[in-house]
């Protein structure tokens, strides 16, 4: 089936695809044989009807941006603040290095999913830390320090979730997933991690993020998740930014990440933000609507620093903005962006964050799914030959669903029953590991780090 309003779905597997065993059984599989049998929206052919006014992926895109669908995916959401601890962390060749250099200033905002029928707590309030002073999102509560909300138990799988540039937990196409995720019959547990000063989390230390800023997912793995629930099986899954943070995170742990990280979902990912920056720059749309609007919104986020705690380039941008000409998003990065993070130029820390090189590295069963009309990451970079190469890498594309839109004609988004279905599948089996087939590891020997490093390693 082919047509203006049917989006076709294209499914790429590796050459040799890693083979799982059954919890329950002796019976083995493989991502692709899981697909086929279980989840065909997921296989080549497959093929589903696009909302007739949503037919582009501009519309798709737009779509999504504007409407905020306040009466849909209803999912309530605790939130806690963690701590950043001064504290260091252990590279696989001995070498140490601390999540950031703001010793222990820095704090994240982690949101539980907690359902859609959760009664509202009136006095939650008391439990908002002095550093928090702006609103919570809708639907949103600060969490009782004493009440555990995740179980360290095995039989229920945790799912981990990073959103796009400037979103958070509030955002529709997270919580699309997150109400079906963490209900029958799926019952996963369910959190989001919201970077720094997104989703109304008021910045305590001069530092926002990036793409290539992969240590608050590193700091929430090795410091609340492993310890807290060792018992579980971990599975993450990132949006736009967040799935670059997501494959830029895995590709840099490769076969040192955590045995509880049993699996993850890249969502609309920009895999080389060079040639995602040319995408944007390519269209009138993305050049004076998307661009613009992505600015916008990180500076929003510069805005949010407290004075006493910006960092210089921060107070001189609060102090006097219009020596500053940000228009673009680039202009934002070229700025502020790579200059916070002690680079040179948007160019240099967009060649440094891409994914793609990246995710020859990943060890965990890894499932990417992109739209080939996505106007603001664009396709012509979607990662086919490491898919072929990286026995745990699969992806799946489709013709029409824009930038994270994927509306179909009854306005449900196409994605979210697929991508349960894969995470529900996965949980049934276990990785048979092994060294045949993998790629060469460049990070043993070009990249000593391959991350940012900016004050953070620890003297010896």
């Known amino acids: ?14 050459n040799h695809p890693i083979s799982f065993k059954s919890r329950d059984s002796e019976t083995t599989t ?31 895109t737009a779509y999504t941006a504007v409407m905020k669908f306040e009466n849909s995916h209803k999912i309530s959401y605790k939130r806690e603040i963690i701590q950043i601890e001064k504290k260091p962390y252990k590279l696989p060749n001995g070498d140490e290095l601390y999540y950031d250099q703001w010793n222990g200033e820095s704090t994240i905002a982690l949101d539980y999913a907690v359902g859609v029928d959760r009664s509202p707590d009136p006095d939650h309030e008391k439990y908002r830390p002095e550093s928090q002073t702006r609103e919570l999102p809708p639907r949103t509560e600060y969490k009782d320090p004493n009440e555990d909300l995740i179980d360290d138990k095995d039989d229920k799988p ?30 996963f547990d369910a959190l989001v991690v919201n970077s720094r000063g997104c989703a109304n989390h008021t910045i305590t230390s001069p530092q926002l993020y990036n793409g290539l800023w992969t240590n608050d997912i590193r700091y929430v793995i090795n410091e609340i998740v492993t310890k807290r629930w060792p018992n579980k099986r971990v599975y993450l899954m990132g ?23 049993k699996g993850a979902i890249a969502v609309g990912c920009p895999w080389d933000f060079v040639e995602s920056s040319y995408q944007l720059r390519e269209s009138i749309i993305g050049h ?9 919104n990180l500076l929003k986020l510069l805005k949010s620093h407290h004075m006493l705690l910006a960092n210089d380039l921060v107070k001189q941008y609060m102090e006097n903005p219009e020596k500053y000409e940000v228009k673009f998003l680039k202009q934002f990065d070229h700025q502020f962006t790579a200059k916070l993070f002690g680079l040179n130029s948007a160019d240099e ?26 106007p603001v990451v664009g396709s012509r970079a979607l990662p086919k030959s490491e898919v072929e190469l990286n026995p745990y890498v699969n992806m799946v594309t489709t013709t029409h669903g824009g930038h ?23 949980d049934q089996v276990d990785v ?18 391959d991350r940012l490093v900016n004050g953070m390693l620890v003297n010896k």
């Open 432 to 449: 048979i590991k092994t060294e045949e087939n993998l790629p060469f590891d460049i990070t043993d020997h070009s990249w000593k780090y």
């Open 30 to 60: 493989t991502i692709p044989e899981i697909i086929r049998s279980k989840v065909p929206e997921f296989d080549s052919n497959y093929s589903f009807i696009v909302n007739p006014l949503l037919s582009s992926g501009h519309t798709q």
């Open 158 to 187: 945790l799912l981990v979730v990073l959103h796009g540039l400037a979103g958070g937990s509030f955002e529709a196409y997270i919580r699309a997933v997150l109400e079906k995720i963490i209900d029958a019959p799926y019952g």
């Open 404 to 426: 994270l839109g994927w509306f179909t004609w009854k306005g449900d988004r196409w994605y979210v029953d697929p991508m349960c279905k894969v995470l529900k599948e996965l």
């Open 349 to 374: 820390y967009y060649r440094k964050a891409s994914p793609v090189q990246r995710l020859l590295n990943v060890r965990v069963p890894f499932v990417i799914v992109s739209s080939v009309d996505d």
């Open 1 to 14: 089936m082919s047509g203006f309003f049917v989006s076709k779905v294209e499914s790429y597997f590796p």
């Open 288 to 296: 004076y609507i998307y661009s613009p609007t992505m600015a916008n």
């Open 239 to 261: 949006f736009s930014l967040g799935a670059a943070i997501c494959s830029n995170y895995l590709g840099q742990e490769g076969e040192h990440v955590s045995s509880q990280i």
